[in-house]
Nanobody, 115 residues
Framework: QVQLVESGGGLVQPGGSLRLSCAASGLTFTLYAMSWYRQAPGKERELVASSSPTGSENYADSGKGRFTISRDNSKDTVYLQMNSLKLEDTALYYC?????????WGRGTQVTVSS
């Protein structure tokens, strides 16, 4: 059974940092593209960043220069380092794993940026 478990969310002040983690199990991690999405209240889920199986990275404009995605294939874990957080980064952050037609989602971790 595939599981994606996110962690690392929390309450942070504007300008602060958080590191999200997504631990995967039940799949061959190295085959999967791993992505972070987020969904704010009343808004659609949107891509934040993605990492291909070979490690190439892609970022939404909203996070370029502030967010960094990385993966540790030895731990079956993908990370999202978020710096210089803004109020508008407040959202539920989800991890996604995709390989061909197979797609799995985690349950999300809440990030709240507030002063």
């Amino acid at each position: 059974q595939v599981q994606l478990v996110e962690s690392g969310g929390g309450l942070v002040q504007p300008g602060g940092s958080l590191r999200l983690s997504c631990a995967a199990s039940g799949l061959t991690f190295t085959l999967y593209a791993m992505s972070w999405y987020r969904q704010a209240p009343g808004k659609e889920r949107e891509l934040v960043a993605s990492s291909s199986p070979t490690g190439s990275e892609n970022y939404a404009d909203s996070g370029k220069g502030r967010f960094t995605i990385s993966r540790d294939n030895s731990k079956d874990t993908v990370y999202l380092q978020m710096n210089s957080l803004k109020l508008e980064d407040t959202a539920l952050y989800y991890c996604k794993a995709q390989f061909k037609s197979l797609t799995y989602w985690g349950r999300g971790t809440q990030v709240t940026v507030s002063s």
